[in-house]
Each structure stands twice: as structure tokens, then as C-alpha cells.
């Protein structure tokens, strides 16, 4: 969602972890993103900064001063730290001295790079929270971000989170390299090219999964139903999808599927709506499955096109302030009888959209729960072109559900098997066409 403040997924971004809606057409620059989008770029190691370069004598000069360290300040800066923004003493020179030591005493320190050092040192304290959807992105990584978000980019188009600290797959993108290759949701990454992905960042798994194309990635992984993990062999190639496909069937039951909720969402979407409308069905299937978000205008406009009144969702960013996202009036769908399909791989965007319609009574959710990723990333771009991704709410359903880690549950549980996906059916599909028939 472009919400990214990531709906994210915003995310993406995620997926995401939503992002709120900034990007569409001049719309707000906070972008909150759902659930991270694997083909998607994502922080490489490397930490840059030009900010100590043209200051750097003075400081490493000024670090062999001591000085009392009184509560509240930071040392050997030229700033003080604004009021009640510290919690305990900070002495940079700790800073310092260690940036001394390794380009005093690393074997090789003739390869040491002052910008990966420092984009490093920026990217740890990013992480230091814990929180997988809160990171740090250097200016190459920021620029890839945004290019996946307008769903461009070169990779195996698959997305993935972290899941019991895991590297998982949370949705292989519909006709893509992943799922040519039968990558699956909830699929666990064991490694990447051989090499571990035990303590991976989601961040460092997308940065190493992602390349040119036409080159090959080998993926180590293991499911339900493995005896031992696989390697499954990618050739990266270049991702653009169209995010709204449609389809009408003999059986006169009008399918819309939505692999992400990107820049081309909202527009197309509408178009949908308007060939649902022409078409005349008995009824709707709208299809999040796999789909792990993006922004969350794009989420409110399409939950919008069943729900006439009341809220779609609500922002919660503590217990006394929070956010309610209203309707917004349309409502050309509310009619039609639907179903919504959803599995392991719905995230952000889609729970929002899932969890509206199913709290309002405007649809049957059949499927898998959902995975959970309710929490909403505010993207900041930073003046060297970097910037900061960083969780500050959570995404509520309309009757106050919490969807992080919860998820949504369906009405109607159908799994979809690992027989059943070699076999090419779809009982879940099935499940959803066998209730609108009865309607």
C-alpha cells in the first residue's frame, strides 16, 4: 500500500510491513509500506555516508578528549541533543574510538570503505529495535525500493518475511521466475547460493536473491512435507506486472485478482469495477492470494467499492490516538455477492481489504489465515538519498481486530495442498465458486 503510510507494505513496501499513501500523484510523501517485496531490492550490507568525510580530522582530534558526561548530552559533537531526547548518557567518542581501531589495526585496512562504514554504522542502529520492518536503506537500495513499489525490477519476483526467525516465502508473484520454479508460500529459505541464512536480515536475503537478469540464484528450501530441504535453481529476469488481471467465466462468476497493491492498483482496479459492473455477474471473487501488499490509499479505494458506510480501518499508533479511514462513497460492487480468497501469503494491504469487507458483512473470506503483518511503516527520505523505514502503528479491522501476528481467519478454512498444486486444482477456488453458486 502506499501507504506506505508498506498500508507491506509499505509496504512496501512490505509488506509488506502498509505504507501510507504518498507517491500517487503528488499525494502525501510518507510512504508506509507493507510486507518487504522480494524481487524488490532491499538493504545491501554496505553503509555509506559522506556526512564524516569533510569533518572527520576534527572529530578523530576531538575523540581523545575527556570530558564529564552529564545526562542529556551527546560529546564530541558539534550539537547538543535536544531535550528529553535521551534516556541515558551517550559519549560518541565510543563511536570514534572504535572507527580508529579498525582503520588503525584491520589486516586489510587498505580496504576499508568510510561510506560502508558508516551507512553500516546507521543501519545497526536501525536494527537495534528488533523490529524486521523497521530498516535503513542506502541510497542504491532506496532508489530499487521505490522502483519495486512502481513494480518494476529485476529479480525472481517473490516476496519474503521472517517467520519463528526464518527467512520465509510470503508470496511468489503470479507467472514469475519463483513460481515457475514451484516456489511456494511458506516456503523456508535455508540458504541462499550455499550459504546460510541462519541470522539473515529480511533485508540481506532480498540484496542477495535479487540480481540481473538472466543470471541463476539457488535457493535452499524446505516445506511441509520435505524429507530433506532442495535447492530450487531461478534465472532472474525483469519484473513488471500488471496488479489487477480479471476474468469472466462461463459460469458467469467474475474473478478479480490483485497480486499487489502498487501504482497501478488504483487505476486499474477501477476499470475492473467498471467491466464487473457492464459484465452483470451473479457474482464477485476478488483474489488476495499471495498478495503481500502496498500502499494504503489503494487498499481504502478498493474495499471502498463494497463498503457504503463506516470505517475501512483504523490506524492505531497508541492507545489514545489512532486513526479512522472512512469509506469513501462508491461502493459500485456492494450488490454482488463475493467471496475473497486469501492464504499464508496475503499480507498487509490485503488483511486490511480482507478484514473490511469480512468485519462489514460485504464478503465470505475463504482460505488460509493470513500472515499477519498489520503494522504500518513510515518511510523517510533522507537528504543523501538514503532513508528510514520505521514501524510507528498498528492496522486495526473495523470491529478493533489487531491483525499483526493474528492475522485474518477465513469463514471458510480451505487449504490449498502441495498434491493439490502439483495436481493443478484449486479447491480453495472451488470452495468460493460453490458458495456463490448457492447464492
Known sequence: ??????????????????????????????????VVLLGLAMLSAAFGGGMIMAQKNEFIKRASVKEA???????????????????ADVDFNLFWNVWDELKDKYVDKDKLDDKKMFYGALRGLVESIGDPYTVFMEPKIAKEFSDDLAGTFEGIGAEIGKRDNIITIIA????????KAGLQ?????YAIN????????IDEAVNKIRGPKDTEVVLTIFRK????AKDFKIIRQPIVVKSVRT????DKIFVITITNFNDDTSELFKKAAAEALEKNPKG????????????????????????????????????????????????????????VLVNQGSASASEIVSGALKDNGKATIVGMKTFGKGSVQALQDLKDGSSVKITVAKWLTPKGYNINHEGIVPDVEVDLTLEDYNKNIDPQMDKAVEILDKK
Open 194 to 201: 550455499g550459504e546460510s541464512t541462519a541470522g539473515l536480515a
Open 69 to 87: 558526561v552529564y545526562a542529556g548530552k551527546l560529546y564530541n559533537k558539534y550539537v547538543t541533543a535536544p531535550a528529553n531526547k535521551l534516556t
Open 172 to 179: 511468489p508473484l503470479a507467472d514469475m521466475p519463483a513460481e
Open 284 to 339: 464477485i471473487i476478488l483474489d488476495l492470494r499471495n498478495n503481500p501488499g502496498g500502499y494504503l490509499e489503494t487498499a481504502i479505494d478498493v474495499a471502498s467499492e463494497w463498503i457504503d458506510e463506516g470505517v475501512v480501518v483504523t490506524e492505531q499508533f497508541s492507545p489514545e490516538k489512532k486513526n479512522e479511514y472512512l469509506h469513501r462513497g462508491r461502493a459500485r460492487l456492494k450488490d454482488f455477492p463475493t467471496v
Open 247 to 250: 476474468k469472466m467465466g462461463d
Open 1 to 34: 500500500m502506499k501507504i506506505i503510510k508498506d498500508a507491506n507494505n509499505l509496504s512496501l513496501s512490505e509488506q509488506t510491513p502498509a505504507i501510507k499513501t504518498p507517491v500517487i500523484k503528488k499525494r502525501r510523501k510518507i510512504k508506509i509500506l507493507a
Open 185 to 189: 508460500a511458506g516456503d523456508q529459505i
Open 225 to 228: 512435507g520435505f524429507e530433506n
